[in-house]
């Protein structure tokens, strides 16, 4: 039977009705891309995605990923007459608080969907991310007539997509790496929200990717679907290339505002919906689907899928017993899984005035595990000498040898960000990308998505302060931290010292459904003492008492980073002075907020109402510590070019500006006055009343 054929084209028609039932009941969607883009997606479902409903998890599955996340309903559909754990129930419940039919995509709570989607461009980056997952995992564990992994990575992008700067980013990587089995179907339909797309861009698409190093085909006829088929099986030709297909459609094809800006986000009226189900000789009857076409669809795809699924499985059968080690090492990455013992050689470092920079104990820490974690691979937006993230012995990742494990990202942070998603989102290895904390925002939205789709993500941000000094308040960063603490289910460290590197390493290598951010000193931290005891425990909670008052408490210093340092040398100070402080180190707020009330309150008693926090940072984030009658050392002004000890001094973050503002706060001068014993010691650091 014909791809354009009568039985094909009822399934194309069938899914774009689904789609707009659903947008209609929800009375919100977007049927513009539904309707030009169904023919493609029908052919690639199938014809030629591997995939088994029945096992959404095949580790050697195809990946699909839907960029132009406002075409849910579609993917939807799909998802559905594909025999996914997707009921017409859920389909109803579209838009309407049903956990599997959100109105964009989001990973994790739809069997088959792939990504969290709908900042437009991410999802081309994360599907990037997936096929060098793909590559990698192949490079380190096929062998000669043994293949294991070897899938495609599929991506359904728009003209928005294509528009966002980050495409430019991914798809110049993507090209340099040669991802021969990335191929990305390009819904070209001219239009965009606010109108046609010439009023904002004249790009020549061809002419771009063929300049990234991309295979370039063009399909005249978004409809015909042998056309469509005849393309996508010339991407998987051409396996030195990643692919492109334009594919030329008309946005809300059939409907009433055909070729429209109107029809991207307008549902149609129920009338336009029976008049277009009419004309295409469909049942009027809502959420409606032919017996038939249920039966082409799971047909096609069992008849074909479920022979290279039992191959897949009888392979690996086979590759256990010609290569048992690698065959366990693949079962470990693929399950997530920790070497027994893998921290053994992590050993604690002991009391040093000299100490190190937190990007070297992070260097440390890498250099120490990468042969414990093969899985384990990352890179740096072109700052990895800096960073200190380069895995020594272990090659980079390139055309040549994709079981490299350090990744050249070059200076595309955004993609960098959106490609370590994908990598996660594809599973079988841990992962880490690195820039300076100044340069967080450049990858923010990617760090949003990580986080919104529970995704074990690791990022190195070293150069955590104004200690940067003399590169001056351009890569100074300041209201970095608070703003990274603002974004729900990411867990942002900033350690005291070597220690709490280590510590904070073991929490991210560990994590399974939350990102994690390492801010990193660039100068040298002292080892602390007590760190090498308190630290793996302290860490993991989220803050800890690292030097308690001798005897009567008088209050709490909090601090995080190279000012826990600080803060110690303040309490001596005021020791002797006679006042009695204990000091807390809380390299992470975020888990310190989820411990019980026993341990925040033996932490921070609710009684001790004179606290101190102290940050090179904004001070945003730390009042809920202090409390309304607390004090806050931070930085709500952007630096200078000088050196950093200097500019530290000069914005008020220093041992004597800790102990003055003790004093100023907690001892007004009205009580200094009564404690004529300890007078003049007090005036050196309160300074005139």
């Given at each position: 039977m014909g791809l354009n054929s009568t039985s094909e084209q009822l399934a194309v028609d069938t899914l774009r009705a689904l789609a707009l039932d659903m947008i209609d009941k929800a009375e919100s969607g977007h049927q513009g891309l539904v309707l030009g883009a169904a023919p493609m997606l029908h052919v690639l479902w199938t014809r030629h995605m591997k995939q088994l409903p029945s096992q959404p998890d095949w580790p050697d599955r195809d990946r699909f990923v839907l960029s132009a996340g406002h075409g849910s309903a579609l993917l939807y559909a799909l998802l559905h007459v594909a025999g996914y754990d997707l009921s017409m129930q859920d389909l109803k419940g579209f838009r309407q608080a049903n956990p599997k039919t959100p109105g964009h995509p989001e990973y994790g709570q739809t069997p088959g969907v792939e990504a969290s989607t709908g900042p437009l461009g991410q999802g081309f980056a994360n599907a990037v991310g997936m096929a060098m997952a793909e590559a990698h995992l192949a490079g380190q564990y096929n062998q000669k007539g043994q293949q294991v992994v070897n899938h495609h990575t599929y991506c359904l992008v728009s003209d928005g997509d294509l528009m966002e700067g980050i495409s430019h980013e991914a798809a110049s990587l993507a090209g340099h790496l040669k991802l021969g089995k990335l191929i990305v179907l390009y819904d070209s339909n001219d239009v965009s929200l606010d109108g046609q797309l010439d009023l904002s861009c004249s790009d020549h698409v061809a002419s771009r990717f063929q300049a990234y190093n991309w295979q370039y085909i063009r399909v005249e006829d978004g409809e015909d679907l042998a056309e469509i088929d005849q393309a996508i099986n010339e991407a998987k030709a051409d396996t030195e290339h990643p692919s492109l297909i334009e594919v030329k459609t008309v946005i809300g094809a059939g409907s009433s505002l055909a070729g429209s800006h109107q029809v991207h986000g307008n549902p149609l009226k129920a009338d336009d919906i029976v008049d277009y189900k009419l004309d295409k000789g469909l049942s009027s009857q809502t959420f409606y689907v032919d017996r038939q076409v249920y039966d082409l669809y799971r047909s096609s795809i069992l008849t074909s899928q479920l022979a290279s699924y039992e191959k897949w499985q009888a392979d690996l059968v086979n590759y256990q017993a010609s290569y048992p080690h690698q065959a366990q090492a693949y079962r470990q990455a693929l399950g997530g899984w920790l070497p027994k013992n893998?921290?053994?050689?992590?050993?604690?470092?002991?009391?040093?005035?000299?100490?190190?920079?937190?990007?070297?104990?992070?260097?440390?820490?890498?250099?120490?595990?990468?042969?414990?974690?093969?899985?384990?691979?990352?890179?740096?937006?072109?700052?990895?000498?800096?960073?200190?993230?380069?895995?020594?012995?272990?090659?980079?990742?390139?055309?040549?040898?994709?079981?490299?494990?350090?990744?050249?990202?070059?200076?595309?942070?955004?993609?960098?960000?959106?490609?370590?998603?994908?990598?996660?989102?594809?599973?079988?290895?841990?992962?880490?990308?690195?820039?300076?904390?100044?340069?967080?925002?450049?990858?923010?939205?990617?760090?949003?998505?990580?986080?919104?789709?529970?995704?074990?993500?690791?990022?190195?941000?070293?150069?955590?302060?104004?200690?940067?000094?003399?590169?001056?308040?351009?890569?100074?960063?300041?209201?970095?931290?608070?703003?990274?603490?603002?974004?729900?289910?990411?867990?942002?460290?900033?350690?005291?010292?070597?220690?709490?590197?280590?510590?904070?390493?073991?929490?991210?290598?560990?994590?399974?459904?939350?990102?994690?951010?390492?801010?990193?000193?660039?100068?040298?931290?002292?080892?602390?003492?007590?760190?090498?005891?308190?630290?793996?425990?302290?860490?993991?909670?989220?803050?800890?008492?690292?030097?308690?008052?001798?005897?009567?408490?008088?209050?709490?210093?909090?601090?995080?980073?190279?000012?826990?340092?600080?803060?110690?040398?303040?309490?001596?100070?005021?020791?002797?002075?006679?006042?009695?402080?204990?000091?807390?180190?809380?390299?992470?707020?975020?888990?310190?907020?989820?411990?019980?009330?026993?341990?925040?309150?033996?932490?921070?008693?609710?009684?001790e109402k004179r606290r101190i926090a102290i940050e090179l940072g904004a001070s945003q984030s730390w009042y809920r510590y202090v409390g309304l009658e607390g004090v806050v050392l931070g930085l709500d002004a952007f630096g200078q070019s000088m050196a950093g000890d200097r500019l530290q001094a000069s914005m008020g973050i220093t041992v004597d500006a800790i102990v003055r503002a003790y004093y100023q706060h907690f001892y007004p001068s009205s009580q200094i006055a009564l404690q004529a014993d300890r007078y003049q010691a007090i005036a050196s650091w309160a300074g005139p009343s």
């Open positions: 893998w921290t053994s050689q992590l050993t604690p470092y002991r009391v040093d005035e000299t100490g190190l920079s937190g990007r070297d104990a992070s260097g440390e820490v890498l250099t120490c595990l990468q042969d414990i974690l093969p899985n384990l691979w990352g890179g740096s937006a072109d700052l990895a000498s800096s960073n200190k993230t380069t895995l020594t012995n272990k090659g980079d990742f390139a055309p040549d040898y994709y079981q490299g494990c350090n990744i050249n990202y070059g200076i595309r942070e955004h993609a960098m960000g959106a490609i370590l998603n994908g990598i996660c989102l594809h599973g079988g290895s841990k992962s880490y990308v690195a820039t300076f904390l100044a340069f967080a925002d450049y990858l923010r939205p990617a760090m949003r998505m990580a986080a919104l789709s529970k995704l074990p993500a690791i990022y190195v941000f070293t150069h955590d302060s104004i200690q940067v000094g003399a590169d001056g308040p351009t890569h100074q960063p300041i209201e970095q931290l608070a703003s990274l603490r603002a974004i729900p289910n990411l867990n942002v460290f900033r350690p005291a010292d070597a220690n709490e590197v280590q510590a904070a390493w073991k929490i991210a290598l560990m994590a399974r459904d939350r990102p994690q951010v390492l801010a990193l000193s660039r100068q040298k931290l002292a080892i602390l003492a007590g760190t090498d005891r308190l630290a793996d425990q302290g860490v993991a909670r989220g803050a800890y008492v690292l030097s308690p008052a001798q005897g009567h408490r008088d209050g709490i210093l909090i601090a995080s980073g190279s000012e826990v340092d600080l803060t110690l040398q303040a309490q001596e100070q005021l020791r002797a002075l006679g006042i009695e402080l204990a000091v807390v180190s809380m390299p992470c707020q975020e888990l310190f907020n989820e411990q019980d009330q026993a341990y925040q309150e033996s932490v921070l008693p609710s009684c």
